[in-house]
């Protein structure tokens, strides 16, 4: 029997607006009802998904979620925290320097902010998404007290693709490497990943791993969906995330997730 599940946000359990279905909503709630957890597994930080939380009520002390894919998991309200790990502004520093050698645009995430040396529409989407404001200024004169939570490659999904062959290989051997979107790619921890996150909450709760289901769509889920007693890839997911699924459900547009809770919790 299933007891938890995790969600990925973007393409997801999210639609092509940003909406979460009224059918999705009225599963979950059947879900809590039930005894059992959902859980929000995403690369944004937790300002970014408060009024999707707020929506599913899932506000409160016994709730959890995933946030910066893994770097960061804490309960909802945010004042519990069960797993913390950073980057450095060393690696901020570093980063930039690769950023340079390959031609791409680059961007920092702290907790309330996202830097930048370059304003660029990439970051100009990111602080959309998660409503955070863009500060912009040269990476060495960021204050050294300056929290890096994750670092991100930032560029036209083609020019992403034609550098990741190229990023020299200390920086995979040092980093957790991960493609959150086509415009993005994610640099972190080399122990953080969705997977680690899911499975912290998951301890925390007293539910195996069999008892997970982890969906998600894109390259930075396939940890999570590894993880869990039950991976599910979306129809919209990439290829590499299908490979390693155990189940694929319907599109984000086509209310998967919505599927997938029927199908497999209620």
Known sequence: MYKLIAVDM?????????????????????????????????????RGIIPYIEMLDLLDDDNYVVTYNGALVQNTKGDKILYDKPLSLDSYKELYEVSKQLGVNIHALTESSVLTPKNNPYTGIESSINKIPVVEGPVEDVDTSTKIVKVMLIDDPKKLDSIIPLIPQWVKDKYSILRSAPIFLEFLDKSVNKGAGVSIIAKELGIKAEEVISVGDAGNDIAMIQYAGLGVAMANATEDVKAVADYITLSNEEDGVAHVIEKFML
């Open 10 to 46: 973007d393409g997801t359990i999210l639609n092509e607006k940003k909406e979460i279905s009224k059918r999705c909503r009225e599963n979950i709630s059947k879900l809590k009802e039930m005894g059992k957890k959902i859980v929000l597994a995403t690369g944004r930080p937790l």
